[in-house]
Nanobody
Framework: QVHLVESGGGSVQSGGSLRLSCTAS????????MGWFRQAPGKEREGVAI???????TVADFMKGRVTIATDNAKNTVYLQMNTLKPEDTAMYYC??????????????WGQGTQVTVSS
């Protein structure tokens, strides 16, 4: 069982930046894929970015050019740096992990979510 814990959410003004963290614990299992998803009120959950253990990265079109991912393997932590944030980025952001590097399968395990609010 993999336990994921997110942190780093908060409130920023439009154009600001936030860095979200996701730490995996509870098992020696290392997921092949870790990712970030978000869900705004009244909207379906959507993928933000997924990152494979071999370095592959896929970023959603709405985030391209505004997000980078970094990892700290010693801490089993993945970081999502989001820049030039917009009000439409306001959502609950969730960390996820899975066994394959695909949007729909990098979701075997979920964190509890961290709120990101961007004001205009």
């Amino acid at each position: 069982q993999v336990h994921l814990v997110e942190s780093g959410g908060g409130s920023v003004q439009s154009g600001g930046s936030l860095r979200l963290s996701c730490t995996a614990s509870g098992s020696t299992y290392r997921p092949v894929c870790m990712g970030w998803f978000r869900q705004a009120p009244g909207k379906e959950r959507e993928g933000v970015a997924i990152f494979a253990s071999d370095g592959r990265l896929t970023v959603a079109d709405f985030m391209k050019g505004r997000v980078t991912i970094a990892t700290d393997n010693a801490k089993n932590t993945v970081y999502l740096q989001m820049n030039t944030l917009k009000p439409e980025d306001t959502a609950m952001y969730y960390c996820a992990a899975g066994n394959t590097f695909r949007w729909n399968t990098c979701q075997q395990y979920w964190g509890q979510g961290t709120q990101v609010t961007v004001s205009s």
